[in-house]
């Protein structure tokens, strides 16, 4: 805990920014200005808060960037007296010193961030958790009050809730302190109960040059699908999801496998050059790649490859009618590939080979979907983010052993089991 001179002297250096605007600007070294929420230094980046979203410019293209105060300046004697009795280890005369400062301004958002502070002290979550409350009612844009609440649902035992508020404080100011309590939290002591998260959970980076528009754009249309899969699934990524977007690279018009578009690897990697406007093909790479955050948040790495596919060109808006065409030939002669040896990673493969194993990945998902439905499918994902191998998770999920689902699925595709057109319907994809 700082001393008293040092809280008086940062109190002044405050001060002195209190009649400045409350925006972040940077500037880059072409002579475009950002103006943001709030911008900051990280690593090779300089990332900023802009429109409910997080983005990241190259360090390399920035000429400056100007940091304004955000905080109040900390003047009333008995907030500082009761920060120095908290140093001392003195919690109980920390709340009688916080208590007259709240006499006189019972809405001081330092003087409710200290008396929340002693009654954490004392062991009193459920009142600092009003405390912290009621100073967030005063400014919902403080990154201690998000702190201290984290805090005190740690101390009421909801650890989702408390994550949930930390995370919240990092996204307004990094800390280290922060991060400890998030890099050592022990696992959550109940399910995260909502799939649709209020805050924006993505991190947008550009890569080679800036376009916010497009940015913006992305997130949106991120934002939406991230809802959408969360409200499917009953689950969502824990962390923000980073998408980067390569401004030197172009999407791929044809019906390329996804490799050739966007790529995941624990980030979203998305080619936008060119663009002005997120086109159809730009928007199907986008909910393909998040398909995979989804799969690999619940999965991490114990989700088979055809699998982790399938349910991406599936969401991404995949036919599998076309695929399952394709393969009608292979499982008559026998010579449908087995989903055992397409666990594996996609790799090394020429375009046709690539396109063959896609096929498969969506045909057997969409063979999921046709015995049990959606529920089947999240069930074989809460299966493998058990660790169960896929062996077992099969027949946990689906009643199907390996063997009898590739069975049952080559059966389809062969045609013993798809229903006959009615007499004059329309003829089937060719």
């Known amino acids: 805990m700082p001393s008293r001179c040092a809280v008086w002297a940062a109190a002044f250096v405050l001060s002195l920014g209190s009649a400045k605007s409350r925006a ?67 919690p109980a005369e920390a709340v009688r010193a916080a208590t007259e400062a709240l006499k006189r301004d019972p809405d001081s958002v330092p003087a409710l961030h200290v008396m929340a502070e002693a009654r954490l002290a004392l062991g009193d979550a459920f009142s600092a958790r009003q405390n912290v409350e009621k100073a967030l009612r005063q400014d919902d844009r403080n990154p201690r009050s998000w702190e201290l609440l984290g805090d005190a649902m740690a101390g009421l035992g909801d650890r989702v809730a408390a994550e949930a508020h930390w995370r919240k404080s990092l996204l307004l100011r990094p800390g280290p302190g922060v991060e400890r309590k998030l890099g050592v939290s022990p696992a959550p002591v109940r399910p995260a109960p909502r799939p649709v998260i209020p805050e924006a959970q993505f991190r947008v980076r550009y890569d080679e040059g800036v376009n916010e528009p497009m940015g913006k754009a992305v997130l949106a249309a991120l934002t939406q699908t991230y809802n959408e899969y969360a409200a499917r699934f009953g689950f969502h990524p824990e962390e923000p999801v980073t998408v980067t977007l390569e401004m030197t690279t172009g999407v791929l018009d044809s019906r390329a496998p996804g490799w050739a578009d966007g790529w995941y690897d624990g980030s979203i990697r998305v080619p936008i050059q060119g663009l002005d406007r997120p086109t159809p093909r730009l928007l199907r790479v986008l909910r393909h790649e998040l398909a995979h955050s989804f799969v690999t948040a619940r999965t991490g790495n114990n989700c088979p490859t055809w699998l982790q596919e399938g349910i991406a060109l599936w969401l991404e808006g995949g036919d599998p009618a076309r695929d399952d065409v394709q393969l009608a030939s292979l499982a008559r002669a026998g010579r449908l590939q087995s989903l055992l040896t397409l666990e594996g990673p996609f790799r090394g493969m020429g375009e046709v080979e690539a396109n063959l194993v896609y096929a498969h990945s969506l045909s057997a998902v969409n063979h999921i979907l046709r015995r049990t439905g959606e529920a089947g499918l999240v069930r074989l994902l809460l299966a493998l983010g058990d660790r169960l191998p896929s062996e077992e998770a099969l027949p946990v999920a689906l009643a199907l052993s390996y063997p009898e689902f590739q069975k049952s699925w080559e059966q389809y595709l062969r045609g013993a089991d798809r229903p006959k057109p009615a007499a004059g319907g329309a003829a089937g994809p060719g």
């Not at 200005?33 to 997080?54: L, M, N, P, S, T």
């Open 24 to 90: 972040d600007t940077i500037t880059l070294k072409n002579g475009r200005v950002i103006e943001a929420d709030r911008a900051w230094f990280e690593g090779g980046q300089v990332r900023y808060q802009k429109d409910g979203g997080v983005y990241g410019v190259p360090r390399s293209l920035v000429q400056s960037l100007d940091q304004r105060p955000t905080l109040p300046a900390v003047k009333d004697p008995d907030v500082l007296r009761a920060r120095d009795l908290l140093a001392a280890a003195d």
